[in-house]
C-alpha cells in the first residue's frame, strides 16, 4: 500500500484568480516551489502547507488530501 499526497492547489489559485508567481511572494517561496506542489513532485512542509492554505483562504483539508494508491 502507497499513500500519496494529492492536492486541488491549482484549483483554489484559480478561484482567486492569483498566479503562482503571487502565490509564491505571498507565502515566501519561488514559482518553481508552488509548481511542484501543483504537478505533485514535491510535498510541502506543514508550514508551508498552512501558509498556502491561509493565503488562499482555505483550510489545509480542503488543498491536500491523502489517497491510497
Same mark, same amino acid.
Given at each position: 500500500m502507497v499513500i500519496k499526497l494529492k492536492?486541488?492547489?491549482r484549483v483554489a *489559485?484559480?478561484?482567486?484568480?492569483?498566479?503562482q508567481e503571487e502565490?509564491?511572494?505571498m507565502v515566501g517561496a519561488s514559482r518553481q516551489?508552488? $509548481?511542484?506542489i501543483e504537478n505533485e *513532485?514535491?510535498?510541502p512542509s506543514m508550514k508551508l502547507g498552512m501558509l498556502i492554505a491561509l493565503a488562499l483562504n482555505k483550510k489545509i483539508?480542503? $488543498?491536500?488530501?491523502?489517497?491510497?494508491?
Open positions: 492536492n486541488n492547489l *489559485r484559480a478561484e482567486h484568480n492569483i498566479s502565490l509564491a511572494n516551489t508552488i $509548481l511542484a *513532485r514535491f510535498n483539508e480542503e $488543498l491536500f488530501y491523502l489517497v491510497e494508491e
